[in-house]
């Protein structure tokens, strides 16, 4: 399986991605631990009793990686030569422990690399939802995406 080159990327189209996630406690603690973010509002279940959510909240960097890989399989897996940026990150509804993630991508715009030959550069749209289908992450990224081989790269 392989993504997508940059030649085969349409701007406007819009995949909906077939994998799905259910957040756990262990993803959310494991996550927040490796990552050294002592918050207690993704950490203490008696401080969260207190807030707004009444819950632990799932830490936000989590839902961005999850978001951000839905679309792996489909369109950048081994085509991608790297991010280079995110141009817009936001959480209009928390993540929490239960929560079973979707994510949807659209292509936003392309263009030649104006300095290398055999890549273009992407900006993709990712729209995480939970199972109640509120938005939860929205993310603008732009990718380095590699360029089909020539016959003589391919040969």
Request: glycine residues 8%; proline residues 3%.
């Amino acid at each position: 399986m392989r993504g997508l080159y940059f030649e085969e990327f349409e701007v406007g189209k819009h995949y909906k991605h077939s994998m799905t996630r259910t957040v756990t406690e262990m993803d959310n603690v494991m996550f927040t631990s490796l990552t050294m973010n002592i918050q207690p509002l993704h950490l203490d279940e008696e401080f969260c009793k207190t807030t707004i959510h009444k819950q632990r909240v799932v830490n936000s960097l989590f839902t961005v990686a999850l978001i951000g890989a839905f679309h792996v399989p489909e369109l950048t897996m081994g085509t991608t030569l790297g991010n280079l940026g995110y141009d817009k990150v936001k959480f209009p509804n928390p993540v929490f422990h239960g929560d079973t993630l979707r994510a949807e991508t659209t292509i936003l715009k392309k263009r030649e690399s104006e300095s290398r030959t055999d890549s273009g550069i992407v900006w993709f749209e990712h729209r995480g939802f939970n199972q109640r289908d509120e938005l939860v992450c929205l993310l603008e990224r732009v990718g380095l995406m590699a360029k089909r081989p020539t016959t003589e790269e391919g040969a």
